[in-house]
């Protein structure tokens, strides 16, 4: 009996230890969202290519054109960016449409569409990963030359 409790004792005590060895404490990002710092220790937004999946819905008229055309200037880049342009319209097509949205919103104020690149290749002018830097750029090129032809077409040649 008294080897059975002292048997006992001791899976207990290993227990706890085993227990509190593994407690692992979470570790914060030191920002919101989804980003990349790059060698000169400036901040990339990715959140456009990292956003999470939106639940299934169904896309019709003009956002459904917009998503079909987007998937297919997607398979014009390399099979890595296709792949990453692929994966991020299918987790967020609602993102991609709303980024398009907006940028017409911008072109309305005032923002040229080609201004709007001209941003994007600033931006990614800092992003070390060239599967990355191209997905990126892709994107940007895609949603606006979308834009334009979906959403804002009175703005399309200027």
């Known amino acids: 009996m008294l080897n059975r409790l002292r048997l006992t004792a001791t899976i ?9 060895s593994n407690n692992k404490s979470a570790i914060a990002q030191e920002r919101e969202g ?9 901040v990339i937004n990715l959140n456009q290519l990292c956003l999470p999946q939106e639940p299934a819905v169904n896309i019709t008229g003009d956002d459904g054109k917009f ?3 987007y998937k297919r200037l997607a398979k014009s880049y390399s099979p890595e960016a296709t792949n990453n342009l692929l994966q991020a319209v299918q987790r967020g097509p609602g993102q991609k449409i ?7 919103a ?4 005032g923002v040229s569409l080609p201004e709007v690149k001209l941003r994007a290749i600033g931006q990614a002018a800092s ?6 830097k191209e997905s990126f750029l892709a994107d940007a090129d895609i949603i606006t030359t979308l834009a334009a032809n979906h959403y804002c077409p009175e703005l399309a040649n200027k």
Do not use: H, Y
């Open 127 to 132: 992003i070390d990963n060239p599967t990355v």
């Open 12 to 20: 207990a005590a290993m227990f706890i230890q085993l227990i509190a």
């Open 67 to 69: 998503i079909e055309d």
């Open 106 to 109: 911008e072109a309305k104020s």
């Open 98 to 104: 709303a980024a398009a949205k907006r940028m017409c």
């Open 34 to 42: 989804c980003f990349l710092v790059n060698s000169a220790g400036e």
